[in-house]
């Protein structure tokens, strides 16, 4: 099977300093959609496309086909996968089928070891370790200056760890979204949704209750664009959060709002969980 390499395409672009839709413009193209497809592995892309692409990054075809999906990006696409869907357990155990050695005979491999690690920990509210683990995937990210492409969602992590030691990771959220500021498209829009969900909670939890309501409100626009529920629920509660601290009017009717919208989409939520989560007789 012949399979697109998106993370030395990726690599390459970065390498160079170019965004998505800079490399775009230098192809003739207005299309950032088609340099994040190739990046990602996503759908079908014009040969014709791809050979501008690789000119420009001054790549070889040779150096961006793999003739068969190796055992090692297998392993890394089901550990992401269960990172995505918050089964950390299950991503830990697969991460122990691979000895420490097997890891750190490589890069790639040493980094996603640690940052994965990392992220188990975190889960388990053993925030001291993640963060001690974590420093070292950005260790070597930093002295190899490969696999640069994975600091925004390692940041992400940092962010979150450094908030569940009771400081705060704005700084994190505000370096990843400098690194990887995407243009809106099919393929971004979930990044965008969910680095504005961040900007959102960290702020409320700064008590800057008017910049959460402006993220949140660029993250529902975006879900709106593509007719997407992604993260809606926890974004919709987290606007109720913000009306209940801001003592607003809206709360009421955000509340009925938020009940009839989580029923809508299958949540179990109800008035009882909601009375419990703002601590209500």
């Keep these: 099977m012949v399979r697109l390499i998106g993370d030395k395409i990726r690599e390459k672009r ?7 839709m800079t490399v775009a413009k230098m192809c003739n193209s207005d299309s950032q959609a088609m340099i994040s497809r190739l ?11 791809l050979f501008k692409v690789l000119n ?4 070889s075809v040779t150096d961006v086909i793999e003739e068969e999906v190796t055992e090692e990006s297998q ?10 869907r918050s089964e950390f357990n299950k991503m830990m155990r697969l991460l122990k089928t691979k000895s420490l050695a097997y890891y750190e005979k490589d890069i790639k491999r040493t980094i996603y070891y640690y940052w994965y690690s990392s992220i188990y920990h975190a889960a388990r509210k053993e925030y001291y370790k993640a963060d001690r683990l974590l420093d ?3 260790a070597e990210i930093e002295e190899t200056k490969q696999y640069k492409h994975l600091l925004p969602e390692i940041l992400i992590a940092k962010g979150n760890i450094a908030f569940g030691k009771d400081k705060n990771g704005l700084v994190y959220y505000k370096r990843a979204n400098e690194l990887y500021n995407p243009v809106s498209s099919p393929e971004t829009f979930k990044d965008i949704v969910r680095i504005n969900y961040l900007f959102a909670a960290a702020h409320c939890r700064t008590e800057k209750y008017n910049l959460a309501h402006i993220h949140i409100n660029k993250a529902i626009k975006e879900l709106n664009k593509y007719e997407s529920n992604f993260l809606r629920i926890k974004l919709e509660l987290s606007r ?11 709360f009421e009717s955000q ?3 938020f009940l009839e919208f989580a029923k809508a989409l299958g949540s179990p939520t109800n008035m009882d969980s909601l009375n419990k989560l703002f601590k209500f007789e």
């Design 39 to 49: 990046e990602n592995d996503q759908g079908a892309v014009n040969y014709q496309h």
């Design 240 to 250: 109720l959060i913000l009306f209940y601290r801001q003592k607003s009017p809206n």
């Design 56 to 59: 420009v990054l001054e790549l």
């Design 136 to 138: 070292v995937a950005i």
């Design 75 to 84: 392993l890394l696409n089901e550990l992401r996968e269960l990172r995505l």
């Design 255 to 257: 509340k009925l709002f």
């Design 14 to 20: 970065i390498s160079f300093g170019y965004s998505q």
